[in-house]
Every structure is written in structure tokens, then in C-alpha cells.
């Protein structure tokens, strides 16, 4: 009878064990779910167009994980900066890059050029100077990825490649425009000053002379103007250019082109 009871009591002390296991195992086990959820649903609620969805699963991955927390700074940034949120996407995006592995690295590096792309972008006409700083933050932080994360003819670098080129076009877009207002400027400036001694030079003597030093004067002169127009015109093409392009995108990136303009 004593050895019944004590089968009993053991059997039931194994039960509680096992039933305390199976909790905590059932419980561990929905935690890596629910994570990994939202670090997935994230991406997919991305790669839909749903951007404030992306957001905020990222957000919830940020919560709830203590590791990979890259995955969820990459994604949220990736899609704030979809909607044109590049100060919130920088912050997120550099948070990422800091603790990204190397085989992630060039994935944020891609996006995070991009949000410099566009920051710059938004200030090219009120402040130049600080947007090429901005592209040439764009380029550095493309040009600083290594190796081990863009292996050749991988997507990684293509997608490298594209924006460094991208990049390029826009800035020297933008210094051509500025070097075409300059050349204008200088252009008013010194025609000012031609007319200017010419009215001094003037004498009523020497008719012939002076006729003749008038045409002479003026041919100089027309040829002059001829080379700094073409100048000129060369400069105002690019700057054309750089804003045609601009225009294609659209001012949130997403205008003129068959796929949305967002980060990758």
C-alpha cells in the first residue's frame, strides 16, 4: 500500500514537471513566433507598398527581440524613408549600420546612400553647397562597403553600382547648373564694363580710325561672346538634364518610372 502511494506521488511530481517544462517550452516557443512574425511581416507588408504596416511590424520587432535588432532598424528605416521620412530613415538606417553583421552591411549601406541621395535632393536649389556634401555622403558610405557582402555579379553590387552612378549624374548635374548661373553672372558683368570704357574711349577725330577700330572691336568682341555661350549653353544642358531626370522621379521619389522609387 505504501509503495502504491509513494508510485503515485512520484508519478504526480513528474507530471507537474513535465507540465511546468511544457509551459515554459510552449511559451519560449510562441516568443520566437510572435517575433518572427513581425520581423517577416514586415517585409512582406514592404514589399506590398503597405509602408505605415512595415513600420510599425518593425516597431514590434524592436520590442520584442534582443537580437538581430538590425533586422528590425533596417526595415523600419527602409520603409520610412518609402514615404519620404529621410530624417527618421537616416536615424533608424544608421542605428542599423552599426551593428549590421558583414553579410548585411551592404544591403543598409545601398538604403542608407539613397536617404542621403534624397536628402540632398530636397535642398539642391536652396542650399548647394550642403547638397553636395550630402551626395558626397551618399558615394563615401556606398564606397565604404566591403567586399564580403557585394561579391561580383551579385545583386549587392548592382544595386551599388546603379546608385553610385545615379549619384554622380546628379552632382555634377547640380554643379553644372551653379557653374552656368556663375558664368552668367561673370558674363552681365563684363559686358557692363565693355560698354562702359567704349563710351570713355570715344573721340569725335579720326572718323576713319575709329570706324575701323569700332569693327574690329566689335568682331573681337562677337567672337568673344560666341565661345562663352557655347559655354554657357553646354553648362545649362547638363543642369537641364539633372533636373529632367529629377522630374522623372518625382519629388518623393516615386513619379515617371514604371516601379516606385524606393529603397531597395
Not at 511559451?27 to 513600420?55: C, E, H, K, M, W
Not at 576713319?208 to 569700332?214: A, H, L, M, N, V
Request: include cysteine; charged fraction near 35%.
Amino acid at each position: 500500500m505504501n509503495r502504491l502511494k509513494e508510485l503515485w506521488s512520484r508519478s504526480r511530481r513528474i507530471t507537474k514537471i513535465n507540465l511546468i517544462v511544457g509551459t515554459v517550452a510552449a511559451l519560449v516557443f510562441g516568443y520566437i513566433a510572435v517575433t518572427a512574425y513581425f520581423g517577416t511581416a514586415s517585409q512582406v507588408r514592404y514589399t506590398s507598398n503597405d509602408f505605415p504596416g512595415a513600420q510599425k511590424a518593425a516597431s514590434a520587432f524592436l520590442h520584442l527581440s534582443p537580437f538581430q535588432r538590425h533586422i528590425g532598424y533596417f526595415n523600419r528605416g527602409t520603409a520610412e524613408a518609402a514615404v519620404g521620412d529621410y530624417d527618421k530613415a537616416q536615424s533608424d538606417l544608421e542605428a542599423a549600420l552599426e551593428i549590421a553583421p558583414t553579410s548585411a552591411e551592404c544591403a543598409v549601406r545601398i538604403n542608407l546612400s539613397f536617404v542621403y541621395e534624397k536628402q540632398a535632393d530636397q535642398i539642391a536649389s536652396q542650399d548647394p553647397d550642403q547638397s553636395q556634401e550630402l551626395y558626397d555622403r551618399s558615394l563615401q558610405t556606398l564606397e565604404e562597403a566591403p567586399q564580403e557582402c557585394q561579391p561580383k555579379k551579385s545583386e549587392e553590387k548592382q544595386k551599388s553600382e546603379e546608385a553610385k552612378d545615379r549619384v554622380e549624374d546628379k552632382k555634377k548635374g547640380e554643379k553644372a547648373k551653379e557653374e552656368g548661373t556663375d558664368d552668367e553672372d561673370s558674363q552681365s558683368k563684363d559686358s557692363e564694363d565693355e560698354d562702359g570704357s567704349s563710351g570713355d574711349e570715344e573721340s569725335p577725330s579720326d572718323g576713319e580710325d575709329q570706324k575701323q577700330g569700332s569693327e574690329d572691336e566689335k568682331s573681337d568682341d562677337s567672337g568673344e561672346k560666341s565661345e562663352r555661350e557655347k559655354k554657357r549653353e553646354e553648362l545649362e544642358k547638363r543642369g537641364e538634364d539633372s533636373e529632367r531626370q529629377q522630374r522623372q522621379q518625382g519629388p518623393d521619389g516615386n513619379g515617371g518610372r514604371s516601379s516606385p522609387d524606393k529603397p531597395w
